[in-house]
């Protein structure tokens, strides 16, 4: 099968960027011939305002980037279309050259932008829903994106145009969400169920040696840890907080860097907890070896996460999770088996959630057991290429 890829590159790399590598890989290995279809979003905060205003017009609609893959379609002729990501720097527009075309396309969505202007259902330290309970121009009245009113508008203003485009459930042939919880969400957007299907992310190469034996898998490490990016909606502020209540001690190693960075460094040394240290931003392989060594993963988002997938890579490391009850994070730790859930935001819950999890060392173990048990049935590439081509395959069959 000949498969495009396309994904424009955010200004600050995450877990989408791994993805789509992930899935590209899975795809060349198992003999496909895949073209990439890759921008990138570097620099435009440095445009000036007649730069961003033509920005903004190219984001609802970019001619020339239609006209460019049109192109790309009718030179490489492939047999399907997959679409992670198409904002700012590629625009909505392939869809219709791929109509045009008649390739199927398959659009994974690895946020809420559809119904959510900055794409989380996040707002002021909460979750919000205000634009699908009410109008997309709530989000311009709070300026959600980047706190900016005009910005937010343009993105508003795009989902507006391609709604009444009916761009979303027209020119998409299947759409990817990863999580019951996120489907529940698109669903009541107004994407068709028939074309909505349920597929996770996964984790490769597996972390953990090859082997039959994991009786020393899980739970039994000398530190906590966070790893993820340091920004207010991971809500790494509880976690300090957390460690301030703990009657027991246990280090807590936080992996990652973020706009929050220095103001969590500061409050931990204000407030002396010597146990906490920050790692900064590691290499991917290098984070997966502190997680290795981990007795468990503290997972703090309050933003509903359409999927997590640093607790998956918890799971490929024997490692339980303490997460937050929201969202897809309660969908994917199962409470008592894989990890433990806490009141979202609530620092008192998850010190005692803590404190339950150092007195009960063997059962945190097993829930390691379990999480690692957890990952090898849902979370490998193995499992995740038939469900891949099963989709491909339906995108293909709904053009026909």
């Given at each position: 099968?000949?498969?495009?890829?396309?994904?424009c590159?955010y200004?600050?790399p995450?877990?989408?960027d791994?993805?789509?590598q992930?899935?590209?890989?899975?795809?060349e290995?198992a003999?496909?011939?895949?073209?990439?279809f890759?921008?990138s979003?570097?620099?435009?905060d440095s445009?000036?305002k007649v730069?961003?205003?033509?920005?903004?017009?190219k984001?609802i609609?970019n001619t020339g980037m239609?006209k460019e893959?049109?192109?790309?379609?009718r030179t490489q002729?492939?047999?399907?279309?997959?679409?992670h990501n198409?904002?700012v720097?590629?625009s909505?527009?392939?869809?219709?050259?791929?109509?045009?075309?008649?390739?199927?396309?398959v659009?994974?969505?690895?946020?809420?932008?559809?119904?959510?202007?900055?794409?989380?259902?996040?707002?002021?330290?909460?979750?919000?829903e205000e634009?699908?309970?009410?109008?997309l121009l709530?989000?311009?009245?709070?300026?959600?994106?980047r706190?900016?009113?005009?910005?937010t508008?343009a993105k508003?203003?795009?989902?507006a145009?391609?709604?009444?485009l009916?761009?979303?459930?027209r020119d998409?042939?299947c759409?990817?969400?990863?999580?019951e919880f996120?489907k529940?969400?698109?669903?009541?957007?107004g994407l068709?169920?028939e074309?909505?299907?349920?597929?996770p992310n996964?984790?490769?190469?597996d972390?953990l040696p090859?082997t039959?034996?994991?009786?020393a898998?899980?739970?039994?490490g000398k530190?906590a840890l966070?790893a993820?990016?340091?920004?207010p909606?991971?809500?790494?502020?509880?976690v300090?907080s957390a460690?301030?209540?703990l009657r027991?001690?246990?280090p807590?190693?936080?992996?990652?860097?973020?706009?929050e960075?220095?103001e969590l460094?500061?409050e931990?040394?204000?407030d002396?907890?010597s146990?906490i240290?920050?790692?900064?931003?590691l290499?991917?392989?290098?984070?997966?070896?502190v997680m290795?060594?981990?007795r468990?993963?503290?997972?703090?988002?309050?933003w509903?996460?359409?999927f997590?997938?640093?607790?998956?890579?918890?799971?490929?490391c024997?490692v339980?999770v303490i997460c937050?009850?929201v969202?897809?994070?309660r969908?994917?730790?199962?409470?008592?088996?894989?990890?433990l859930?806490?009141?979202?935001g609530d620092a008192d819950d998850?010190?005692?959630?803590?404190?339950?999890?150092?007195?009960?060392?063997?059962?945190m173990?097993?829930?390691?057991?379990e999480?690692?048990?957890e990952y090898?049935?849902?979370?490998t590439?193995e499992?995740?290429y038939?469900?891949?081509m099963?989709i491909?395959?339906?995108?293909?069959?709904r053009?026909?």
């Amino acid at each position: 099968m000949k498969i495009i890829l396309v994904h424009c590159h955010y200004q600050q790399p995450g877990g989408e960027d791994v993805v789509f590598q992930q899935e590209r890989q899975l795809l060349e290995r198992a003999g496909h011939e895949v073209i990439v279809f890759i921008r990138s979003n570097e620099g435009l905060d440095s445009y000036s305002k007649v730069q961003r205003l033509v920005l903004i017009q190219k984001a609802i609609w970019n001619t020339g980037m239609q006209k460019e893959f049109s192109e790309v379609l009718r030179t490489q002729k492939p047999d399907v279309v997959h679409v992670h990501n198409t904002w700012v720097a590629i625009s909505p527009s392939i869809y219709k050259a791929c109509q045009d075309a008649n390739v199927p396309v398959v659009q994974t969505h690895h946020n809420y932008r559809l119904m959510c202007p900055c794409g989380t259902f996040f707002r002021d330290g909460a979750a919000c829903e205000e634009c699908m309970d009410h109008s997309l121009l709530r989000s311009v009245r709070y300026g959600c994106y980047r706190d900016s009113r005009s910005t937010t508008a343009a993105k508003a203003l795009m989902l507006a145009v391609h709604r009444g485009l009916h761009t979303w459930d027209r020119d998409i042939n299947c759409h990817i969400v990863l999580t019951e919880f996120a489907k529940s969400k698109f669903l009541r957007g107004g994407l068709p169920p028939e074309r909505m299907f349920v597929k996770p992310n996964f984790v490769h190469p597996d972390p953990l040696p090859a082997t039959n034996d994991h009786s020393a898998v899980g739970g039994d490490g000398k530190y906590a840890l966070f790893a993820g990016r340091l920004a207010p909606k991971k809500r790494v502020t509880t976690v300090l907080s957390a460690w301030s209540r703990l009657r027991s001690r246990i280090p807590l190693m936080i992996v990652g860097g973020g706009i929050e960075q220095e103001e969590l460094e500061q409050e931990a040394a204000q407030d002396r907890l010597s146990t906490i240290t920050f790692r900064g931003t590691l290499p991917h392989d290098e984070t997966l070896a502190v997680m290795s060594g981990a007795r468990f993963l503290i997972f703090s988002s309050e933003w509903y996460e359409t999927f997590g997938l640093t607790m998956v890579e918890a799971f490929a490391c024997g490692v339980p999770v303490i997460c937050s009850r929201v969202g897809a994070m309660r969908e994917i730790v199962d409470d008592g088996r894989t990890g433990l859930h806490f009141n979202a935001g609530d620092a008192d819950d998850l010190a005692a959630k803590v404190e339950w999890a150092l007195s009960h060392p063997e059962r945190m173990q097993e829930m390691g057991r379990e999480a690692r048990q957890e990952y090898e049935s849902k979370y490998t590439a193995e499992k995740n290429y038939p469900r891949l081509m099963e989709i491909y395959q339906h995108a293909i069959a709904r053009r026909n």
